[in-house]
């Protein structure tokens, strides 16, 4: 029941910060994450779904006050913000096999809502993006992971996932991240280019890593945009961009790097006994896709590539994300 009280609060705490914003000049967002996007597959990350609600503060709004108290953030650079709420689903690979199965990742349910900030600086021959995001959230039966599968499952006639029960334990989770990105823009022909590095970190009892990447855009408009689309484990669908402006578009591709301190939906509860695996430290991703915008609207999908994340794993994983956008 703690479980269940804490995924009615986390929805909530989304909807009254939603209720509290103006609806006007808004950027609604849906995201939906799936391994069937990529590989076909059915396991590990299986599903991840995804809404956010992005607008640029008007003058005396919350969270350019929020952004005063934050180090290194102020109102006067604050140029967009967003709030979120979303489930993802882990299973192992076998959905079939009743029994724990000891070496494959665990069964898991994430339930949360955020809050991202955003910071666009415009430099000379260069531009840096920021962004800022914090969540709370259930990991465990509270998340809803089981209920989710299970039905869709039998709506779509497919095997009914049968480990459930080895779920981890219910766990509140509070995370905060941060990503800063430098673009070097230029022209290629018709086309304009943005390259660069980017770093950031996680610190929370979800997940805790330092990062860092390369990226690339190539296409028209890019200005329009935020940067590159962004999966999980990074919070937020980071797909803001300005409306009216005709039809513009970009190919992307990343590569970026974590060092992984803390995983939980790996590492199993804090405070419980619950089924884990040896976690690796280092791992990696490659990511690409297509993004397109025309007016009010805007369509992304994007590819991943990841290294293994655990010891016992098998195979790579891969799975996709498609978002779509519009204004208000």
Do not use: C
């Not at 103006?22 to 950027?27: F, I, K, R």
Request: aromatic content about 14%.
């Amino acid at each position: 029941m703690k479980g269940h009280s804490w995924a009615r609060a986390s929805v909530a705490v989304a909807l009254t910060a939603i209720s509290s914003s103006t609806w006007a000049d808004g950027l609604l967002t849906l995201k939906s994450e799936n391994d069937i996007f990529a590989s076909g597959d059915d396991g590990h990350y299986t599903n991840g779904l995804e809404i956010d609600w992005s607008f640029e503060p008007g003058a005396g709004h919350w969270t350019r006050d929020f952004a005063d108290l934050i180090p290194g953030w102020s109102a006067a650079s604050l140029d967009g913000a967003s709030y979120r709420f979303g489930q993802q689903i882990y299973t192992p690979e076998d959905i079939d096999e009743s029994r724990l199965i000891e070496d494959d990742r665990p069964y898991a349910g994430v339930l949360y809502a955020g809050l991202s900030l955003f910071d666009d600086e415009q430099l000379t021959g260069w531009r840096r993006t920021s962004g800022l995001y914090f969540d709370v959230g259930i990991v465990g039966p509270g998340a809803g992971g089981h209920t989710v599968q299970e039905n869709f499952h039998h709506l779509v006639d497919s095997d009914d996932p049968k480990g459930w029960h080895n779920q981890l334990n219910n766990e509140p989770f509070v995370n905060v991240a941060y990503e800063t990105a430098w673009w070097k823009q230029s022209q290629l022909g018709a086309l304009e280019t943005e390259y660069g590095p980017s770093v950031g970190f996680a610190l929370g009892n979800l997940y805790t890593y330092a990062s860092t990447g390369l990226g690339l855009r190539v296409g028209q408009g890019l200005d329009r945009s935020f940067g590159i689309p962004a999966v999980a484990p990074s919070q937020g669908s980071r797909v803001f961009f300005k409306q009216d402006g005709g039809f513009s578009w970009y190919l992307f591709a990343n590569l970026e790097g974590r060092f992984m301190a803390h995983n939980m939906l790996l590492d199993g509860n804090s405070f419980e006994d619950s089924h884990s695996v040896d976690r690796r430290k280092w791992v990696g991703d490659a990511q690409m896709g297509l993004a397109m915008a025309w007016d009010r609207w805007q369509l992304t999908y994007s590819a991943l590539w990841r290294t293994h994340e655990f010891e016992e794993q098998s195979d790579s994983d891969q799975f996709g994300s498609i978002t779509l956008s519009t204004w208000l």
